[in-house]
């Protein structure tokens, strides 16, 4: 059974990086054809899509926060972290990693959120 566990800090300052480890159990990174993501939820909002490393290795960010934002693995831990600079209390959420099963659908490519990390609670704050 795959599981996906995030960690990092609770409480991050304005300005600072924000770093958030999720470690995968049961499964590996590398295998064909899962995508890993991050998404976080503000207080009272929707649920917002980050990025993603696949199984590949490659990355794909939201834009609006590309330039804010680093995924990257290690895959003889089996991890992939996420980082985000200049924090700002807007980045105040609950933020999951979460895996992507992508499939094949009439001769298209699709993907579907299948195993979700429990979340973590991140709080900027001076």
């Known amino acids: 059974q795959v599981q996906l566990q995030e960690s990092g800090p609770g409480l991050v300052k304005p300005s600072q990086t924000l770093s958030l480890t999720c470690t995968v159990s049961g499964g590996s990174i590398t295998t064909n054809y899962y995508y890993w993501n991050w998404i976080r939820q503000p207080p009272g909002k929707g649920l917002e899509w980050m990025g993603a490393?696949?199984?590949?290795?490659?990355?794909y960010y939201r834009p609006s926060l590309k330039s804010r934002t680093s995924i990257y693995r290690d895959t003889s831990k089996n991890q992939f972290t996420l980082q985000l600079s200049s924090v700002t209390p807007e980045d105040r959420a609950v933020y999951y990693c979460?895996?992507?099963?992508?499939?094949?659908?009439?001769?298209?490519?699709?993907?579907?959120?299948?195993?979700w990390g429990q979340g973590t609670q991140v709080t900027v704050s001076s």
């Open positions: 490393i696949t199984y590949s290795g490659d990355t």
């Open positions: 979460v895996r992507e099963e992508n499939y094949s659908d009439k001769d298209e490519i699709r993907g579907r959120y299948d195993v």
